[in-house]
């Protein structure tokens, strides 16, 4: 599956719900979320920037792999992601596997959906909030930051790791 999205750095977040409902969005759920990225010692998917992570959202687990990108008005990714049912049990698992863990995080995000795009409120302790907007395709996206009313300089092709060293915050334990 091809996952395309924008990131909307230092939003006001009150300002987005409230443009949400005013908009008829439909709250899908708040979350909190740790996720828990791996990689061979010799940095193995790193390099070929590609990436692996298990994540812990509420009660129900994830394991992803993203492969490379490629930016243009979006990000775009390879996103392979399945349901695991027992977090530690996979933790476990990778590590035997021959995975190291590099890099834990911690967020919160309320997620919503408007005309079949996903619109995303993450907050990370450290990081001022943001908002992802996925969509099947590009002009979906430009669609809902049009309704959205976001200002362009703030609409970012970037993922997490970009986010973190823009903000100068440490991505890893």
Known sequence: ??????????????KIIKKL???????????NIEAMLFDTSNKK?????????????NDCCY????GKETRGF?????????IVSDFEKSKLFLEKIGL????????????FELKNALIEIDEYSN???FLEIEAKSEKKIREIISLLGLSSK??????????????????SF
């Open 21 to 31: 409902k005013e908009l008829k969005a439909k709250k899908i759920g708040e979350y």
């Open 100 to 111: 190291i863990p590099y890099s834990f995080t911690k967020k919160h995000r309320i997620t």
């Open 45 to 57: 998917f790193s390099k070929k920037k590609n990436l692996i992570r298990l994540r812990k959202k």
């Open 1 to 14: 599956m091809k996952e395309i999205e924008v990131k909307v750095i230092e939003i006001d977040k009150k």
């Open 127 to 129: 990081i001022p909030v």
């Open 63 to 66: 394991f992803t792999f993203k």
């Open 154 to 171: 703030n609409i970012k092709t970037w993922n997490s790791f970009d986010l973190f060293k823009y903000y100068k915050k440490k991505y």
């Open 74 to 82: 979006a990000r775009k990714a390879e996103e392979i992601e399945f």
